[in-house]
């Protein structure tokens, strides 16, 4: 005859059960978070080698980050974005979505304000341009791209030259961002355009490249926020999606995985650039 288990006997094996779990799903946690991040540096590769490739082909002038301030692909003259125009070199709009970023296609698409694919007559393309609006690699555009939201047609092919760089490996052109935040919540992707912490050096001369003639603005987010911890621009549009930290793309291509606090090296972070650079060799952000 067969012994049934006693329920002392069941007791400690689902004791054990619950040990062997309390263990494991933590190890299962942080492979799963190290395997994100590790996707997220690929595609930050990718991201940087499409730059690396465009230049040559444009007269080694960096990518602007958008044409018009209209958001949508159906205007007169119609709009662009930068992870759109690197299309040809990335070959995957999926890519511009970090694995780390909780947000869906779908809320990318739909969510936060921009023109509905499904109203547009070209709604394949409305459709990218707002995935690529929330691309989870944000560009320094105040450095790279000299131009803003608010410069005529005649102006769009100013991003800044490929000769001004002068440390490339120490430049930021991109990090983790994020496109909102709801209760503190991160929500609806990353950013593709992001601000950096300072603009002026310790005299007050202005760091960001001069606007070319005819444009009357720049399209920021007026720097760092540090004083209001649950701003989505509390970083400047920049987000640490992978446990505090935040893939980084350099300018001469590498990609790196830092703390949000490393990158303001250099520099003394206050609300809205109120801060100065107060070591231009440690600074990260401009061209120097």
Not at 150 to 175: D, H, M, Q, W
Not at 179 to 207: A, E, F, L, S
Not at 247 to 267: E, N, Y
Request: with cysteine; glycine share 8%.
């Amino acid at each position: 005859m067969r012994k049934a288990f006693t329920l002392i006997e069941l007791l400690v094996v689902i004791a054990i059960i619950a040990i062997l779990a309390a263990i494991l799903f933590p190890v299962f946690a942080q492979a799963k978070a190290a395997a994100k991040k590790a996707a997220c540096v690929s595609n930050a590769k990718q991201y940087a080698l499409a730059h690396e490739m465009y230049l040559p082909d444009n007269d080694s002038t960096y990518v602007l980050i958008q044409w018009t301030n209209s958001y949508s692909v159906t205007s007169v003259p119609p709009d662009n974005v930068i992870g759109v125009i690197l299309q040809p070199y990335i070959k995957n709009i999926q890519i511009l979505a970090s694995p780390g970023d909780p947000a869906t296609e779908q809320q990318r698409v739909y969510n936060g304000g921009l023109p509905n694919p499904d109203t547009s007559t070209n709604r394949a393309g409305q459709r990218d341009f707002n995935l690529a609006i929330k691309s989870d690699y944000g560009y320094n555009t105040q450095y790279f791209c000299v131009m803003g939201a608010y410069c005529p047609e005649l102006f769009r092919a100013s991003g800044t030259n490929e000769s001004a760089v002068e440390k490339k490996a120490e430049t930021i052109l991109a990090v983790n961002s994020v496109w909102d935040r709801v209760g503190g919540r991160p929500v609806d992707g990353g950013n593709w355009g992001i601000d950096p912490p300072c603009r002026q050096d310790q005299d007050g001369t202005d760091t960001f490249p001069a606007l070319p003639a005819g444009c009357t603005g720049r399209w920021y987010w007026l720097g760092w926020q540090p004083t209001s911890p649950n701003a989505w621009n509390v970083f400047g549009g920049a987000w640490p999606w992978h446990a505090g930290n935040a893939v980084v793309t350099w300018a001469d291509g590498h990609v790196s995985v830092r703390k949000i606090s490393t990158l303001t090296a250099g520099c003394n972070v206050l609300n809205t650039w109120g801060g100065r650079i107060f070591d231009k060799d440690r600074y990260l952000w401009d061209l120097r």
